[in-house]
């Protein structure tokens, strides 16, 4: 069973940073379009990375126009400060990992996903990678005992959750690993410098570290944890859902029709993602294809609240069906 991970001290923090005023946001500065344009206009929090251009597509090829939706993006650092944008009321929609949104709700708040579009492979490569220098002598999980592991958050963090679930179930001791909260980007320079024994990273990281020979893979956490893990929702709060069906319904199906069309065309896909984030073209060729899916499955979702359940960041679990709305269970 995993050890309980958020005090409620934790919990307190999340609650107090989602109510916050503010969210450190990037704004597109793209405009609404004119009121004559016949398109309902709205406003989406989103993430910068590789795995999030299946909206960039939905925008750039059409498809939210086809649904007649106008959609100006805003850009954030992570889900949390997309999640205290929408409850504020700045935005209407925004993506965030499963994780945050589901603890989100333990402390208060009432946030429904309208539709999913990414999750883990069902077996390795993956983008989440637990990886080590090769030159290290961790050869196994259960090396990782004594030593130092960076993580980009712990608490209720979906990245922290998995690496625990898989370290656990190879019968490692968690209370004696030692984690250190530091962000992805910095995470190859601290492996190659020695100042900690072992990073979980996820792509682009993962595929550029494990290109180059003096890095190794122990573990492929979010397969490990749950094969097929959701990875990333898009969520609004139950009251403006509940009243704007149709701009709902319209966003699902744009963003269905995205990945369908990105999963039919994994070439003009790769050339999108360098387009998107300024990735370098030869370096995705590498790189695992994104697992994109609107398919909800309950039983892995449900999968993925007991997780929480057992690491006590959920107070009891929760039904899917309130979590995801009827069009994303569709």
């Not at 704004?27 to 398109?39: F, Q, R, V």
């Not at 929408?86 to 539709?115: E, H, Q, R, W």
Request: with cysteine.
């Amino acid at each position: 069973m995993m050890k309980k991970l958020l005090t409620g001290s934790v919990a307190l923090v999340l609650a107090v940073a989602l109510a916050g005023c503010g969210a450190n946001i990037e704004d597109t500065g793209n405009e609404p379009d004119d009121a004559g344009s016949g398109l309902t206009h709205i406003a989406v929090g989103d993430i910068k990375i590789a795995s999030q251009t299946d909206a960039y597509a939905a925008q750039k090829l059409g498809f939210f126009e086809d649904h007649g939706l106008d959609v100006e993006f805003t850009y954030a650092a992570n889900g949390q400060d997309i999640l205290t944008a929408i409850s504020s009321g700045s935005l209407n929609l925004g993506l965030a990992i499963p994780g945050t949104a589901m603890t989100a709700n333990a402390s208060g708040f009432d946030f429904v996903g309208v539709v999913q579009d990414q999750i883990a492979h069902e077996e390795g490569p993956d983008s989440g990678g637990l990886i080590v220098r090769t030159d290290s002598g961790i050869s196994s999980l259960a090396d990782l005992e004594g030593r130092s592991l960076a993580v980009n958050a712990t608490g209720a963090n979906q990245v922290y959750v998995s690496i625990v679930k898989t370290l656990e179930d190879a019968g490692v001791d968690v209370s004696k690993v030692q984690f250190q909260e530091i962000p992805f980007p910095q995470m190859p320079s601290v492996l190659e410098q020695g100042q900690v024994d072992a990073v979980a990273v996820v792509d682009p990281f993962t595929t550029m570290m494990l290109s180059d020979s003096a890095y190794t893979d122990l573990a492929w956490y979010y397969v490990e944890a749950l094969p097929g893990m959701p990875l990333s929702t898009y969520w609004g709060t139950r009251e403006w859902v509940e009243s704007h069906p149709d701009e709902v319904s319209a966003f699902n199906a744009a963003m269905t029709e995205a990945v369908e069309y990105l999963r039919a065309n994994p070439d003009e896909a790769r050339d999108l993602i360098a387009e998107f984030t300024g990735l370098d073209r030869a370096l995705l060729d590498n790189m695992p294809d994104i697992q994109w899916s609107t398919e909800v499955s309950v039983e892995t979702w449900e999968k993925l609240i007991d997780i929480y359940v057992q690491a006590g960041l959920l107070p009891e679990a929760v039904e899917v069906t309130d979590l995801l709305t009827a069009a994303a269970l569709d």
